[in-house]
């Protein structure tokens, strides 16, 4: 699935479009084209500032935000770049703070393009390799690096241990099969091991890879690939710790204790998350960070559509009248699982999920909490029928109808199921990501 997009802006269209008529062979993996791209670029991404490269299955977005908040309560100048965009596609590169305006990003995905389009580069690989470009054009203090897909091929892999601070895998599951279990030799077998060895591909020689304690499965598949690449692994539980009560989180590590505030961010997850933020920030040595400086990131920290309260009285709440209406992107039973967490009452779903993902992912976790249950197309994608989510579901046209239709009562309303929905709930409320 390709993350296409539109713009406003005809000259950044122009470049979409461009984008849009790329045909990556399927089943091609591997780094050759990204690292081709570099070198014709004149190899932006060894001309970066410190970077945070951050793998996972779910939660490495939002360790990204916490990274980027903390950086910045510090007084640094980040650059970030995150996948997929929510909205507008500017949401992938952030350059010193402020998301690229329209004409920077027309003439940067024209150069890129200009010089690379006959290597029949993939989507991503071309928005990284603008990312890059840009980055090392604009002074900055750090890079926040988010993976797309897996991490060992994924084209982020492209940077070099020079480059690099530290790396971090946040939480794993099973999440794109196709790409991540796909049948190959002198890979782990069990599913869960061969995520986490996937994952862990992002390890760099002398480097620190800041790893969430796993199962022991898990945990043995990504001490082994840092060996075999000389990282310097720093697991929780035992380079690093994080306990939460009272309202804070109690932080300890080889240099000392930390008493951190629990994260603006809703959701017992984000808790855990803010604690990989700090523990990469602790083990790294390019950047030093006052405790004040994690503090105000981990309250201030902010990733639209993940447990999302929208507020904004846009079209979309105006038109439904419902008040306590949540949105998260989450579309595997991981996600799930956090999801119910949040939630202890009944609640009314509104779900949408592009075919192959498990429509049982959400529904599942949430169970009998789930009063009424409509499903939505996304737009854009193929995506499941009301069929496939059993005989209680019902089809709406869209996220309007859908809310027009739910009981009058005083239940939560959630809208989960893809990121892709997601973003147009936020364009539909008039609450695009700045």
């Known amino acids: 699935m390709l993350d296409f997009a539109r713009s406003d802006d005809p000259r950044v269209q122009a470049q979409l479009d461009r984008l849009a008529a790329l045909s990556v062979p399927d089943g091609r993996l591997g780094l050759e084209t990204i690292r081709a791209m570099m070198d014709r670029l004149g190899n932006p991404h060894r001309k970066l500032p410190p970077a945070f490269h951050v793998a996972g299955t779910n939660g490495k977005g939002s360790v990204c935000a916490f990274l980027r908040a903390m950086l910045e309560a510090d007084g640094k100048r980040v650059h970030v770049t995150t996948s997929p965009h929510l909205v507008r596609y500017n949401e992938r ?3 010193a703070g402020e998301l690229i305006s329209d004409e920077a990003l027309a003439e940067l995905l024209a150069e890129v393009l200009d010089a690379c389009e006959d290597l029949n ?35 982020t892999n492209v940077l070099e241990p020079e480059a690099v601070a530290v790396c971090g895998i946040a939480a794993l599951g099973i999440d794109h099969e196709r790409f991540l279990l796909a049948p190959e030799e002198g890979v782990p077998k069990e599913p869960m091991a061969r995520i986490a060895f996937e ?16 199962g022991s499965l898990e945990n043995a598949a990504v001490a082994e690939v840092a060996l075999k690449h000389g990282a310097q692994i720093s697991r929780q539980d035992i380079s690093w710790a994080a306990t939460f009560e009272a309202q804070m989180m109690e932080y300890q590590d080889s240099v000392g204790s930390l008493s951190l505030p629990l994260p603006g961010m809703q959701g017992m997850h984000q808790w855990e ?40 009285q846009g079209k979309l709440l105006k038109a439904s009248g419902f008040k306590d209406v949540w949105l998260d992107g989450g579309h595997n039973y991981s996600a799930g699982e956090q999801i119910a967490k949040y939630f202890d009452g009944p609640l009314h779903l509104v779900i949408g999920m592009i075919e192959g993902k498990d429509p049982k992912a959400i529904t599942g976790p949430l169970g009998d909490w789930v009063r009424t249950l409509t499903v939505v197309p996304v737009p854009g994608h193929k995506s499941h029928h009301a069929e496939a989510f059993g005989p209680t579901a019902r089809s709406a046209a869209g996220v309007e109808e859908a809310l027009l239709n739910l009981p009058s009562d005083d239940y939560s309303v959630l809208i989960a199921g893809s990121l892709y929905l997601a973003g147009e709930v936020l364009r539909l409320n008039d609450e695009v990501p700045r």
Not at 199 to 214: E, S, W
């Open 273 to 312: 998350n803010a604690a990989l933020a700090t523990a990469m920030i602790r083990h790294q040595s390019r950047l030093r960070l006052s405790q004040n400086a994690l503090a105000v990131g981990i309250e201030e920290a902010r990733w639209p559509a993940r447990m999302q309260c929208l507020v904004t």
């Open 93 to 95: 590169i952030r350059l």
């Open 121 to 155: 580069p993939s989507f991503f690989e071309v928005t990284i390799a603008s990312a890059f470009l840009a980055f090392s054009r604009t002074p900055a203090d750090a890079c926040v690096v988010e993976v797309g897909l897996g991490g060992r091929f994924d084209a």
């Open 199 to 214: 994952k862990a591909g992002i390890a760099k020689r002398g480097v620190p890879l800041v790893t969430f304690d796993y």
